[in-house]
Structures are given as structure tokens and as C-alpha cells.
């Protein structure tokens, strides 16, 4: 009976209305692992990002960022990771949601993974990602992460002093965005 509950409960959450709202507020952050030196973690602010559909089984969207806007707080760094990036040539990374995987709601919060096409420095995969819905009166707040392998976007993680600095190849990326007013 408590199954049948949390179905009937999952079916009322999922079938609210998710239309399209104007971003509110979006980050984004990237965790490197690096030799040698501290691991670091950087930052960037979505350039845009929208979404629309009736409910979470139909929802659909895009965030993109600027890869001139990522930061780590040291400017050689930087540097180094738009050069790594080709930023003159891929200005912007995107992701585009094509699909939801609601899983069962707890209060107005909904476990789901995001499907979507990442693309990054010109390359193109299918890619899920486990994250979090939260409904709020006015809104939606979005959390997702995913580890990311540079090497399958074609980027080299850099390199300093002969190999003696390494950066992983592996970085993991967190989303948080927040839709709509309140």
C-alpha cells in the first residue's frame, strides 16, 4: 500500500507544471585533481540556459557556458585551461537536455538523471546525469553532477615542468540552477 502511495504521490509531483521560467541564478563548478599542487576547484556562470515542457517526462532545454568566463582563481591557470581548450576556436561548451528520468519524490524534492548531449571543444556525446529537482512555489532549483574524461573531448590535461605537474584527466562538473522567482 505504501508503494502505491509514493507512485500516486510520484504521479501528481511529476505531472505539475514545469514551463518555461527565466534563469534566475546558474553556476557551474569543475573539481580537478592535480600533482604536485592542490587540487582546485573552478567556476563559471551559465551564459544561458532555459527549459520548457509540461511535466518532468517531457521536458526539454539547454544550458551553455562560456569557456572565456571559467575561473580558478589563478590567472596563469586559466590561461593554460582556455589554451588546453581551443577557447578561440570552441567559445562555448552546451549541454542539451533531451530527456528526465524522474525518480520518486521526497516532499518537493525529486531524484532524477538528466539526459542530454554535452558538447565540448567541437565534440558531441550522449551523457546522463544524476541529479536533483526541487519544486518551489514560483520555480524549479536544478543540482546535477558527472565526471567528465577530458581526453574523450579531445583535450590533453595540461602538463608543467616536464610532466612533474600534472592535472587528472578526470574532472567532476556540478550544475546548480535555479529557475523562476521566490
Do not use: C, W
Request: glycine letters at 10%; zero cysteines; charged letters at 20%.
Amino acid at each position: 500500500m505504501a508503494a502505491v502511495a509514493s507512485l500516486a504521490a510520484a504521479t501528481r509531483v511529476q505531472a505539475q507544471a514545469v514551463t518555461a521560467s527565466p534563469l534566475r541564478h546558474g553556476e557551474i563548478s569543475f573539481a580537478m585533481r592535480a600533482t604536485k599542487v592542490n587540487d582546485f576547484v573552478g567556476h563559471v556562470t551559465a551564459l544561458h540556459a532555459e527549459y520548457a515542457g509540461t511535466d518532468l517526462s517531457n521536458v526539454h532545454g539547454v544550458l551553455e557556458l562560456r569557456v572565456a568566463d571559467m575561473h580558478t582563481g589563478i590567472g596563469l591557470r586559466d590561461t593554460h585551461m582556455r589554451h588546453a581548450m581551443r577557447a578561440d576556436s570552441f567559445p562555448t561548451i552546451r549541454f542539451e537536455l533531451i530527456g528526465v528520468d524522474p525518480g520518486v519524490p521526497r516532499g518537493d524534492t525529486i531524484p532524477a538523471v538528466f539526459q542530454g548531449h554535452l558538447t565540448i571543444r567541437g565534440v558531441t556525446k550522449t551523457v546522463r546525469v544524476p541529479g536533483t529537482v526541487v519544486l518551489r512555489p514560483g520555480g524549479v532549483d536544478v543540482v546535477a553532477s558527472i565526471a567528465i574524461d577530458m581526453r574523450e573531448y579531445g583535450i590533453e590535461p595540461p602538463t608543467r615542468f616536464f610532466g612533474a605537474i600534472r592535472v587528472d584527466a578526470v574532472t567532476t562538473v556540478t550544475a546548480s540552477l535555479s529557475f523562476g522567482g521566490g
